[in-house]
């Protein structure tokens, strides 16, 4: 069976939760396959530093990946250097893959503006915070290259509470009609906020949904780096090349978890059972890839404390370097948004500037 051609409820997997071999390996050289056992542990490694700066009041708040590594980073190596990627706001992890530094995402979740600014050779577009808005952008952008002659595929990542929003059906509906080059990568991690996902659709799997746009849905166990590399791979190669019959777009379903909180900000102890964490940390794609890659050869206890170590000092770097750039200054919010300010917002800024002139920062600062 090809790997898109499938039934959405037929999950594709190549590593079981031992990480042994239950499918065909995709035919990726050793590097690589090493390169993403390294990006998932930076991605790990990251998040965890972060949560811990959030709570000591270095950063703001934050949203955690750990347990999305898989997805994550398998889809991303999935790309060529001229594709594009259309993040939320938890895809940290795919972009430090594209050149998005790591002092850059520390700086946007620190407040900074300049944590905003993508290099532009990373081909990532920003940050998205309002629910399911990239989708339509994803797909404009995909068929505006179309339009241009360009062989280009767009990676757009989203959440299942995503899919409840317009913004998903008219992306992927006009996807389908005008034959974009995209891909749509749901990163269903069984929650969106305290929803979980049998309050988010009546439908039996997200994949499903393809069928009601025309194109191809695929479900991937997302916490299996490999597998996750393999359906956006043919994704993402039919994108740029369909095949007679084939329409570009797919949307695949990434079956995976948060082991963390939605943000810095949200307690889900008060929503889920430490036991269904639990159930889901079993599943971690870390350790499965590194099984995986020990039985073949390409690692051992040598090479793995050289990535944690580099893992750890390139982490620690970027929160140094992150922590020199001066605070910004709070009237910054009223910048870089608008070329020209609204009147409600130039309003605004001069009550802020009134109070800050009468009471003094600090006052702004007291809890
Ligand atoms: C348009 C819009 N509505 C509501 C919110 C508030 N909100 C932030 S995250 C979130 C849940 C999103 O869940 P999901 O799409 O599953 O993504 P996840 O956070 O699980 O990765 C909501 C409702 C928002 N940011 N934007
Ligand atoms: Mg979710």
Request: proline letters at 6%.
């Amino acid at each position: 069976m090809s790997t898109l051609q499938r039934d959405p409820g037929d999950r594709v997997q190549v590593l079981d939760e031992n990480g042994e071999v239950v499918g065909d390996v995709p035919d990726l050289p050793e590097e690589d396959l090493v390169g993403m056992y390294r990006d998932m542990k930076l991605a790990r490694h990251f998040d965890q530093r972060a949560v811990s700066l959030q709570r000591q009041g270095r950063m703001g708040t934050y949203p955690p990946l750990s347990g999305q590594e898989g997805a994550q980073i398998g889809s991303v190596y999935a790309l060529d250097e001229h594709d594009w990627m259309f993040p939320s706001y938890r895809e940290h992890g795919a972009a430090f893959v594209r050149g998005v530094s790591l002092k850059r995402t520390l700086l946007y979740w620190m407040g900074h503006e300049e944590g905003n600014k993508v290099p532009p050779e990373a081909n990532v577009f920003p940050v998205a915070v309002p629910i399911a808005t990239q989708i339509p952008h994803a797909t404009g952008a995909a068929w505006a290259s179309r339009l241009k002659g360009e062989e280009k595929a767009f990676l757009c990542y989203f959440g299942d509470g995503a899919t409840s929003e317009g913004d998903f059906h008219e992306g992927l509906n006009f996807a389908g009609v005008f034959d974009a080059p995209a891909v749509f990568f749901c990163n269903n991690n069984q929650w969106a906020i305290s929803v979980p996902r049998e309050r988010q659709t009546a439908s039996e799997t997200i994949a499903g949904k393809a069928d009601a746009y025309g194109v191809e849905g695929v479900q991937v166990d997302g916490m299996d780096p490999l597998a996750v590399y393999k359906v956006t791979r043919a994704a993402v190669e039919k994108a740029k090349a369909p095949g007679e019959d084939d329409l570009r777009p797919t949307l695949i379903e990434a079956i995976q978890y948060r082991f963390g909180a939605h943000t810095t900000a949200d307690d889900p102890t008060v929503y889920r059972d430490e036991d269904e964490v639990e159930q889901w940390k079993a599943k971690d794609p870390i350790p499965r890839l590194e099984t995986y890659l020990r039985d073949r050869g390409a690692l051992d206890d040598d090479r793995v404390a050289g990535i944690t170590d580099e893992v750890e000092t390139a982490v620690a770097d970027a929160i140094e370097e992150a922590e020199s750039v001066a605070r910004p200054d709070p009237e910054e919010i009223f910048t870089h948004v608008f070329a020209e300010l609204p009147d409600h917002l130039t309003e605004q800024r001069a009550e802020f500037e009134a109070l800050r002139e009468k009471y003094g920062d600090e006052a702004f600062l007291r809890e």
